[in-house]
């Protein structure tokens, strides 16, 4: 199993552009999420996702939308790219949650993002 | 809503040494699950440690362990033996056991370690 994967592993974009990040999970996880990681602020929540279909906002999720068209891929994407949106951005999933597990997060890679 | 604080942003240890990283947080909830995060320089974000808060045993996993104090809403890592593949940037995360939260965690900041020879 590859686990979670994410494309691309490193980007640079231009102020305006848009691009979007892929994860994509061979584990059959329900839930997919993404962060964003800057300095000094650990990882914030962007956006996540229950099912295929299905998605939602999390603490973070201006300047960024997703898709979940396929339940093992969950799309992040920017239309508009800005300098605040420089970071590295984790993919995770999870199982369904069954009651006394644990169900921790599986993390992608991460890709580093860098907006001039 | 809950928060995580990891008040030391960067801790400092000898090799074979021990040493101990803070995190509080604050909850209403009486029921969720508590866990530390590993980050060394490849960003692959590794778990290290994963505590249940209705469990008063503390986790022990090898050479990691936690001190779960749930009344004062502390949740440490001891690193005993450290060694030098221990430096990386340390996590804790915290989530809701409560259905309908979709297992979403809470990070802290982050504590950088560091392993001196």
């Known amino acids: 199993n590859a686990g979670v994967t994410q494309t691309p592993k490193f980007r640079v974009l231009k102020t305006g552009q848009s691009m979007t990040l892929l994860c994509a999970q061979d584990m059959n996880h329900e839930y997919m999420y993404w962060y964003r990681q800057d300095p000094g602020m650990g990882l914030r929540l962007i956006h996540y996702?229950?099912?295929?279909?299905?998605?939602a906002k999390g603490e973070v999720p201006d300047g960024y939308n997703v898709s979940r068209l396929k339940k093992q891929n969950f799309l992040l994407g920017l239309e508009s790219a800005a300098p605040s949106q420089t970071s590295v951005y984790f993919c995770?999933?999870?199982?369904?949650?069954?009651?006394?597990?644990?169900?921790?997060?599986?993390f992608g890679p991460g890709t580093r993002l860098t907006v001039l | 809503a809950q928060t995580v604080t990891q008040s030391q942003p960067e801790m400092s240890v000898q090799e074979a040494e021990t040493v101990t990283l803070s995190c509080t947080y604050d909850t209403s909830e009486s029921d969720y699950y508590l866990f530390w995060y590993k980050q060394p320089p490849s960003r692959q974000m590794i778990l290290v440690i994963r505590q249940e808060a209705y469990k008063q045993q503390n986790a022990t996993e090898n050479r990691f362990s936690v001190n779960f104090q749930k009344a004062a809403k502390s949740f440490s890592l001891k690193i005993s033996d450290s060694q030098l593949g221990d430096a990386a940037m340390y996590f804790c995360a915290y989530r809701s056991a409560l259905t309908g939260t979709a297992s979403k965690l809470t990070f802290g900041t982050g504590t950088r370690l560091q392993v001196t020879l």
């Open positions: 996702s229950v099912g295929e279909g299905t998605t």
């Open positions: 995770a999933s999870s199982l369904l949650p069954v009651s006394g597990s644990f169900n921790e997060q599986f």
